[in-house]
């Protein structure tokens, strides 16, 4: 995704704060002795205030280039050295871990809540050696290198905007100067700005999560048609006795990270057309609106794992956007249906809806099981909600599949009770008795739908608000 940021400052924040025996800056020592014949990193001692010695680097958010620290070696009060000292220098991973151990203290340990060892890929050391030369007062500097684009599309911030990247860097031995055991770490801390919630996510997709790989997933960075690698185009009336004619054009990737589906108020000409005919797709010579659904029908599907879609839905009224899967096998609704998202009305106000559907002994009539949230609960506990990305979340497995929009538990279906009627009474369809959700066969399993219909359960349109736009930041499949 493009980077899109808020317009807080991030910090990069220095603190010497660890020695090796696990003593921090204000454990059990109140004054330094500037009579101590030891060697030490200068800033930290430059800092120290009888308690603690943090130091703060403030960033402007638009800073992507390469930020180069340089720590240097010194004696106390600044003392010129009589002899050759060489320290080597390492990334204490022990210090952190105390310091995030003691975080529930507070005190100087309260900015480690949230801290993060930095990964390695995301900075450099000169070299793993200082040396301060006999007849100088200080070593020459020690480069460190905080790649901070690279930080900047950390996927931790997805799920803890508040994560504090630390470097623990330490003075480990030296050949000559005992290492003051005060001032001998430095706690380079990086924080990054939050997401915001209003603009697409720029962090890159996590590897791994809850033990799941990242299996596939779209991201829509650049512009024009969706890949169609991964997705087709549903066109024209399709279900439900829709208002839209669906058609390609009006899904486009915008080139800030997002795939946008447009609802227009436009005359298409139906040419199915039939003057008379009792088919609801037949008997409109014009579609009075158009919009896009796209599918990963015939190009990808999964069984079990975790779907991860950030969005954000239009809702005024007559839109009805949905992210939902589809079994490959079987007519519906024997396939089976997830509805992960759906808007629509409900007792004549907007909902939240997410649903499971199975074939029952009826041919075309669903078994359901659903459920749903006032779109003004939502807003009563976030006046922005509306404007804001949502990320939407399956989680499926043998036994559940649950439904979550931002971490919030929706519906939880319980497999057992998902399998499928004969589908047509006396004369049972192919997939009757079969369960769509849980099942061993091979090559069976969901693909992923992305619309945005207009009209039927969505309500009557409301023409003042078009073109409707629906945000969809990225698709994500964990297994």
Not at 419 to 427: K, L, T
Request: hydrophobic letters at 35%.
């Amino acid at each position: 995704m493009k980077n899109r940021l808020y317009n807080k400052i991030a910090y990069l924040g220095i603190a010497a704060a660890m020695c090796g025996s696990m003593i921090s800056c204000d454990d059990d020592v109140q004054t330094l002795d500037p009579k101590f014949q030891m060697v030490h990193i200068s800033q930290a001692l430059e800092e120290w205030d009888g308690q603690s010695c943090n130091m703060l680097f403030a960033l402007s958010n638009e800073q992507t280039t390469d930020t180069v620290i340089n720590i240097n070696l010194g004696l106390a009060q600044h003392i010129t050295a009589s002899k050759d000292c060489n320290v080597t220098v390492e990334i204490a991973k022990d210090s952190l871990e105390y310091a995030i151990e003691n975080s529930s203290k507070g005190g100087i340990y309260d900015i480690y809540k949230n801290a993060l060892l930095m990964d390695d890929s995301y900075y450099e050391l000169s070299s793993n050696e200082v040396k301060l030369l006999s007849g100088e007062k200080e070593s020459a500097p020690l480069g460190i290198t905080i790649h901070r684009a690279k930080l900047l599309q950390d996927p931790v911030r997805t799920e803890n905007e508040n994560a504090i990247f630390v470097l623990p860097v330490k003075l480990s031995t030296s050949d000559s100067y005992s290492i003051n055991p005060l001032v001998s770490t430095y706690m380079i801390m990086v924080q990054l700005p939050q997401i915001d919630p209003t603009k697409p996510d720029p962090t890159a997709p996590k590897a791994e999560i809850d033990g799941m790989k990242l299996l596939w997933n779209d991201e829509f960075n650049g512009t024009g048609a969706p890949n169609p690698e991964y997705w087709n185009f549903e066109k024209g009336f399709v279900r439900n006795n829709e208002l839209q004619w669906y058609q390609e054009n009006n899904a486009q990737c915008d080139g800030e990270g997002n795939l946008v589906v447009e609802g227009r108020k436009e005359r298409v000409k139906n040419p199915n057309y039939e003057a008379g005919s009792g088919d609801w797709k037949k008997n409109r010579e014009y579609a009075e609106y158009t919009s896009s659904s796209i599918t990963t029908s015939g190009k990808f599907i999964f069984k079990y794992g975790r779907l991860l879609v950030r969005a954000k839905i239009p809702y005024t009224t007559g839109a009805w956007p949905a992210i939902w899967t589809l079994g490959n096998w079987w007519e519906w609704p024997l396939n089976g249906e997830i509805d992960i998202l759906e808007l629509y009305l409900k007792d004549g106000a907007p909902h939240i809806h997410a649903n499971a559907c199975w074939g029952s002994d009826t041919r075309w009539s669903g078994k359901w099981d659903s459920a749903s949230k006032p779109l003004a609960d939502f807003v009563a506990q976030n006046s922005n909600w509306v404007n804001e990305y949502h990320i939407w979340r399956m989680d499926w497995d043998e036994d559940y599949i649950r439904l979550y929009v931002d971490d919030e538990l929706m519906n939880e279906i319980d497999l057992r009770q998902t399998v499928n009627g004969s589908g047509n009474g006396n004369s049972p369809l192919e997939g009757a008795y079969n369960n769509p959700f849980s099942n061993d066969y091979e090559g069976f399993g969901a693909y992923i739908l992305l619309n945005l219909a207009l009209g039927s359960n969505g309500g009557t349109p409301d023409d003042s608000h078009f073109p409707l736009k629906y945000y969809i930041d990225y698709v994500r499949v964990y297994q």
